[in-house]
């Protein structure tokens, strides 16, 4: 029986064994790679989608569970015109970027808790990436550039 | 006139889509038709294979192709060739491969490969390298002395898979001295798991005769040699391309999972995907190795060190790989940082029953500077120096001479120390947020290099007056090959970094590079890259000069124009040059290449070194708070402070960067990363839930002073940055804990229940009575 | 044996539809709330269940209703939502730690109460500890009909149950009491702490212990009352230091596992610690 999402706003359904994770389904059948399936345990949130406005670590999330939720992945972030969002414009001015595996997860995780808390502390913020691991960048200039989002003046 | 590109923060040009999440990594990449496969491993550490039988996986649904042994009859190895691709009659550690299985998805193939029948026969194992060195050990390899070397020099006998000896002066006469202090200290370190967040993972097909393989490696070449010696065909008929790799750090410095790949294709002659699990990544990383160093020093009261012997034994698993190459580092770390009177030193590889170990950023650095810097300490409190004069004193300087006796050039150490100074008194104290908990600081220093060798570049200048740079070079991550190169060859050629376009790597068609690693790729392909744009320049000038009736010698190529000097307006664009071109010479293009000089060492000092002195040698100077809860072991970090010899700092923004990035990785494997293997031999982490990488709540701003203008033969007086930010970090961590704590730190990581054990007493001293005080008692004979 | 591409799951309507098809499936079937825990069941060496049993559609089993003599929590709130329900209410206050501190944030938002108390192989399970300190009572739907059971009960023998058993809610009763929960994992965040304490208290006019429970995670396989502090620190004034001195005394009475994390012996020498630091916590709040 198909499970019926909406993805990034398109209503798909997808006919796949009911414990497949939701990452293998974004990334085998809608082609959304963003997601990454890194440790498929849920602490390296390299795969942290929006499942209902909450983030969700797409490894350990059985796509039989999702009949009629809202997905959102990091594809949505920047604007259909290639424009990045606020969040992604902060991270490539803080040149943040390394190898950039964790970013979609990261972008996700605090996508999440901007949507709960507008203006977070520095503190809030590391805590809120505590299950996203980046082995590249030492994490300063993730949370540099996520304050700079909400609180642009502390950041300067 | 533009701003000058050397020295500018230039954003990545990879940003953008990385941030987007459409950038495809290896594991995002998918072929038509393409199968998947999965790898049959031992669960055993030691065993006789009686006999694999494949048929009943063979027959199983969506099986395409299995391979095994027979279909791979090579041996790799970088100084010895003992490593089959597949477990040939004998297993020697646990998860090593015994077949591989290509099916329509990646469930079929993991089902089918359970479903080999493996019929073993369990021999004694060696999980230790005080069981492999024990007289009455298991023999890893019996065959050892019939493995062909690919690197003369080293001794080897049974489970010491390769020796490595300094002898500089008269130790003894030293150590014999009356007006000397002999200080003796005895260090364990543990492995360290890569991680990076991109598993090794490939696509391979086989096309007209040739395998094409796309894969997440630092080194396109060494997998299309290894792969072709493996399998035992032409290295010319692979060809190696390589997406943008989601991290390496060293794990990605060796073949991986290619052979096995391009070993399925060939058979079901479809493209085949292999993506390592996390748990294969646990299991089979080529971790950086677990050490154990013995150091003793005849030290004067003014703090002379006259003589010094150490013992280093590293694990290098059932199989060589990287790790005899990787005894060299000692004589450079250990044997770095100080002047010494007489020196010997011991670096000894070996075989153990446990998965190999090969490179991690700053191989073999990491724990010889924290066993250096720590016995270090234990020398000045023995003679009642402060820490701070005794290495003031004793650091490396100009026409120093190194432990193999190599001459060193410049003062670099000494200034360095001065400018953490100052940045420590322009920097407040944290020491009032340690709040009742121990409190200690240390600064440490560290000796480094860039591991130059070959590189080659083109430089291609394209009709539209833009380049096109092609190199083996490969974006880990680093930004090197989005950043710096683009600003090396944009400076030299009077264009701006975006008119260089960056060829991504492809063995078919770049040249030769030892690859991406070593902190080389500014250093060795800036140099190669910057010799393509020397001809290229040389060709524009000449078509330029023809175009504006003016001698070569007068003209300036800026702003993407050649003009002629003191006359501005007399000018070409460099667009209207490369059209000359099309119709005069034909295109421009331009070749480089780069290897390493070869800096001398004493004749006679070192035996069994691949590097016996160090070209480009690279200091650092580290300072860390930390504070100390007694109450449970947790040790955090309160200030963290750099130092850093970057030669010349071509992208500072992106070298800040790096620092952060490899301090936050040195904290990982000084605090919490922590791999442990049980008697089985089996590394007990399977996942993040044990093995634990630093996150965002545990770490700190690194303070960052970066030291310009010491010696280099990089371009542009550069030095590679990336590597060394993570090779004092273990030694600054343990120097503060200990201080904090009044406890001898022999062992990291420091985990809170070490350093609990530490502070009641109860942590055991590492037992290294394997190692005989007698240094020449450890050498073969 | 089944792969995990075999298995079903059934999405229930109702708790009785649950019920049913669970006790119909016998020990092939298990209940799934938000799955993180059963999504590794491969990792973990575990078999892959047959029939799963999706809770999430329950509504009964959703929602923190806060009465003046109890908080009723249906078994698949989550983490979060318990976190966010318990916000205000000063003896819950443990409890909304230990919900909004376990794990990480993404599976704090979807790994449920019934979740967390019915993974018997957890041993760092957040809830169980707080929801021991707190006097917690589980209530249990199965084909025979509902029972009531206290927390203690239901950990001691939820791998006994009959096929069929569900956490419908749990009930904490309120009262005029403070709680803290004190958890140590390894780094600052991230990880399931080797050690948990959590404690509920109510404090005489004169200052000193009233009534006090002691829930102690993560240190043996299951979550237990420290009964033996309890004992030792009734009618004690709150007494951090001397707390942790009665918490040495009384460490003996842990059987603790060894992990590959920590070793059984550290688990139990920083239960003082997370004493000391559950009464400073205690006190802080009155």
Known sequence: MPVNLVVNGEERAVAAPPLTPLADVLRDTFFLTGAKHVCGEGFCGACTVLVDGKPAVSCLTPVGLLEG???????????????????????????????????????????????????????????????????????????????????????? | MNAPVIGADLARRDAGDKLRGRTRFTIDRAAAGMLHAAVRRADVASARIVSIDTAAARAMPGVRAVVTAEDAPGRYGVAIADHPLFAVDRIRFHGEPLAAVAADTFAQARAAADAIVV??????????????????????????????????????????????????????????????????????????????????????????????????????????????????????????????????????????????????????????????????????????????????????????????????????????????????????????????????????????????????????????????????????????????????????????????????????????????????????????????????????????FIFVGPSAATVNLNPDGRVTLVTSGVEIGSGSMMQALPQIVSDALGLQPADVTVRAADTDAAGYDVGIGGGRQTVSLGAASTAACAEVKKKILNIASDMLEADPGDLELADGHVSIAGIPDRKVSVAAVAARAQVSTGPISGNGAFTGPGTAAMPGCAAGHMI?????????????????????????????????????????????????????????????????????GRIRQQGFETYHVPLAPDVVPVEIDLYEGAPSIGPLGTKGAGEVPILNVAAAVACAVSNATGARVQQIPLTPPRVLGLIDGTEPAPDLSHIDPDWSANRLG | MVAAHEARLHVATSVDDAVAVLTEAGGDAVPMAGATWLMRAELRDEPIRPLYV?????????????????????ACVTHAELAGGLAGLPEMRGLAQAAGHAATPAVRAVATVGGNLAASGFAAADLAPALLAADAEVEVAGSNGTERLPLAGYLATRDQAAAGSLIVRVIVPRGDCVSAHTRLPLRVAGDYPVAIVSMNVAVSPDGTIADLRIGVGSVEPVAARWTALEEALASQPLDPEAAATAAREHAGVFAPRDGVEASGAYRVRVLPALVRRAIEALAASR
């Open chain 1, 69 to 156: 939720s809202e997905i959102r992945t990091v594809e949505l972030l920047a604007d259909p015109s290639g424009d990045l969002s606020p969040l992604q414009a902060a991270m490539e001015r803080h040149d943040a970027v390394q190898c950039g595996m964790c970013f979609p997860g990261i972008l996700m995780s605090l996508t999440a808790l901007f949507e709960t808390d507008a203006a977070p502390s520095r503190d809030t913020v590391r805590t809120a990436l505590a299950g996203n691991i980046c082995r590249c960048t030492g994490y300063e200039r993730i949370v540099e550039a996520a304050l700079s989002v909400c609180q642009p003046e502390a950041a300067q």
């Open chain 2, 119 to 448: 019929e073993l026969e369990e021999l004694p194992a060696a999980v230790t390298m005080a069981e492999a060195l024990a007289p009455d050990a298991p023999e890893i390899h019996p065959g050892w002395a019939d493995y062909e070397e690919l690197f003369p020099g080293g001794k080897r006998a049974g489970n010491v898979a390769w020796e490595a000896t300094v002898e500089r002066g008269d130790t003894d006469a030293a150590f014999a001295r009356d007006d000397v202090t002999v200080v003796e200290s005895t260090f364990r370190v543990g492995r360290q798991n890569q991680t990076p967040l991109e598993p090794r993972a490939c696509v391979a097909s086989f096309e007209d005769g040739r395998f094409h393989i796309e894969t997440s490696t630092q080194v396109p070449w060494a997998v299309r040699d290894t792969t072709a010696k493996l399998l035992g065909i032409a290295p010319s008929d692979v060809r190696v391309t390589v997406p943008a790799v989601g991290g390496g750090f060293g794990l990605k410095f060796e073949f991986a999972v290619e052979p096995f790949a391009a070993l399925l294709a060939r058979a079901s002659g479809r493209p085949v995907r292999l993506v390592n699990t996390r748990r294969d990544e646990m299991q089979t990383a080529l971790c950086r190795e677990n050490a154990e160093i013995r150091i003793r020093s005849a030290v004067t009261d003014e703090g002379e060190i006259v003589g010094r012997e150490a013992v280093v034994l590293m694990d290098c698993g059932a199989y060589g790989g990287e790790t005899p190459f990787l005894t060299t580092m000692t004589a450079h770390t250990l044997g770095g940082n100080y002047r010494l009177g007489s020196v010997k030193l011991l670096s000894t590889a070996v075989y153990t029953n446990t998965a190999p170990t090969g490179a991690f950023r700053a191989c073999n650095g990491t724990y010889n500077t924290f066993a250096l810097e720590r016995h270090t300490d234990e020398i000045c409190a023995a003679i009642g120096m402060d820490p701070l004069e005794f290495r003031r004193r004793a650091v490396i300087g100009n026409r120093s001479l190194g432990s193999t006796g190599q001459v060193f050039e410049g003062d670099v150490l000494a200034p360095m120390l001065d400018r953490m100074a100052a940045l420590k008194a322009r920097t407040p104290s944290r020491e009032a947020d340690a709040d009742g908990r121990l409190y200690g600081r240390a600064t440490v220093v560290g000796t480094w």
């Open chain 2, 612 to 680: 016996e002195a160090l070209d480009l040698p690279v200091f650092a100077v580290h300072d860390c708070e930390v504070a100390v809860d007694p109450d449970t072991g947790h040790v955090e970090i309160l200030s963290y402070a750099v130092v850093q010899d970057v030669g010349r700092a071509i992208n500072p923004r992106a070298i800040f960067g790096q620092i952060q990035g490899g301090v936050v990785q040195g904290l990982g494997y000084a605090l919490h990363e922590e791999i442990t293997i049980d008697a089985q």
């Open chain 3, 54 to 74: 999706a809770l999430g559609r329950i509504e009964a089993l959703k929602g923190v209703e806060i009465a003046a003599d109890a908080v009723s929590i249906g």
